[in-house]
T-cell receptor, first 115, second 114 residues
Framework: AQSVAQPEDQVNVAEGNPLTVKCTYS??????LFWYVQYPNRGLQFLLK??????LVKGSYGFEAEFNKSQTSFHLKKPSALVSDSALYFC?????????????FGRGTSLIVHP | DAGVIQSPRHEVTEMGQEVTLRCKPI?????LFWYRQTMMRGLELLIY????????DSGMPEDRFSAKMPNASFSTLKIQPSEPRDSAVYFC????????????FGDGTRLSIL
């Protein structure tokens, strides 16, 4: 079975500071991992994914995420936060070892960037 | 690329009425998904199609919900009769394939059942 957890409902950060949005997962095989962002009154937008290869994945809008197999984590990061980054962020996982063919989404983390 | 298009964007209706939500996926995408988003339950997968065929509808909450995909460019999600607890934002998404391909979401239909 596959599952994903976003342990923080909300993350607050000052503009210009680095940000981290946490994600941990559980799978029986190897994972496919995704990050999406949702702005108010909009659908989810794909940010980046990890399939295989380099553990540091770079995506849209200056975001990156680091795959850590030993800690079963895939935290989203950005070196310098912008007020416009304020949104809801979702992590998703699919277990390549079996189970569902459809990624499971986390509950989401609300990122608030203060001016 | 116009993206996934959903209509209507907002729907307000009285309980007991039939509600039909519409979705046009991205051309060439073989998979179509319907999700429901609420504060209490987060994002829930209701049903998904592959090449217009329903593959897994285990997320459909009740028999009041039904979904169809008559062709590759159109899908509907119908609720009949509607109830206040059906109030939510309903998203349609499409993807080229499963696995490593991301899903592309529409902007949703915000449904309010009075």
């Amino acid at each position: 079975a596959q599952s994903v957890a976003q342990p923080e409902d909300q993350v607050n950060v000052a503009e210009g500071n680095p940000l981290t949005v946490k994600c941990t997962y559980s799978v029986s095989g190897n994972p496919y991992l995704f990050w999406y962002v949702q702005y108010p009154n909009r659908g989810l937008q794909f940010l980046l994914k990890y399939i295989t290869g380099d553990n540091l994945v770079k995506g849209s809008y200056g975001f990156e995420a680091e795959f850590n197999k030993s800690q079963t984590s895939f935290h989203l990061k950005k070196p310098s936060a912008l007020v416009s980054d304020s949104a809801l962020y979702f992590c998703a996982v699919r277990d390549m070892g079996g189970g569902s063919y459809i990624p499971t989404f986390g509950r989401g983390t609300s990122l608030i960037v203060h001016p | 690329d116009a993206g996934v298009i959903q209509s209507p964007r907002h729907e307000v209706t009285e309980m007991g009425q039939e509600v039909t939500l519409r979705c046009k996926p991205i051309s060439g995408h073989d998979y179509l998904f319907w999700y429901r988003q609420t504060m209490m339950r987060g994002l829930e997968l209701l049903i998904y199609f592959n090449n217009n065929v329903p593959i897994d509808d285990s997320g459909m909450p009740e028999d009041r919900f039904s979904a169809k995909m008559p062709n590759a460019s159109f899908s509907t999600l119908k609720i009949q009769p509607s109830e206040p607890r059906d109030s939510a934002v309903y998203f349609c998404a499409s993807s080229l394939s499963l696995g490593g391909q991301p899903q592309h979401f529409g902007d949703g239909t915000r449904l309010s059942i009075l």
